[in-house]
């Protein structure tokens, strides 16, 4: 269980900050939320308590942790599959499972394919979400602004 002040990451969603855990009547059904407010588009979210482990929630990575994310950023391309569907489906995977190395690699490998060759739509905003989700969760760790953390990312990927 999580408590008020926790920074928490919500797959597909990014990170935030519990900042209450209310009841409320949904649909006739009493259930207690947590109130999750994210970093970025001062968005809240309300997760249903009793669903934190089916949805993934986990808490937030540490300094250690980020220093790997940025080491995953600055690596060589892995090797993705050539037809744009099969990339798209194994990069939606690995986005899904929450894990935010995956995502980073994700994020490095469409930076790099974008630089190269370009995106298809559905890349790129496979690509905007998927950056967002690691902002969201580094501009948590190191108290770094959104701008700054992008510049980072950009950097790392660019640097490789």
Partial sequence: ??????KIVYPMHGAGVIEGIEEKEILGEKRKYYIMKMPIGDMKVMIPVDNVEEIGI????????????LTILQG????MPQN??????VNMERIKSGD???IAAVVRNLMLRDAEKGLSTGERKM??????MLISEIVLVS?????????LIDDAVNSA
């Fill in 76 to 79: 060589d391309k892995t090797k």
């Fill in 100 to 102: 935010i190395f995956e």
């Fill in 127 to 132: 690509l905007n979400s998927a950056k967002q």
């Fill in 84 to 89: 744009w569907n099969r990339r798209y489906r």
């Fill in 1 to 6: 269980m999580f408590n008020i002040g926790d």
């Fill in 58 to 69: 986990r808490e937030i990575i540490n300094n250690e942790e980020l220093e790997k994310v």
């Fill in 143 to 151: 108290d770094v602004d959104q701008e700054e953390t992008e510049r």
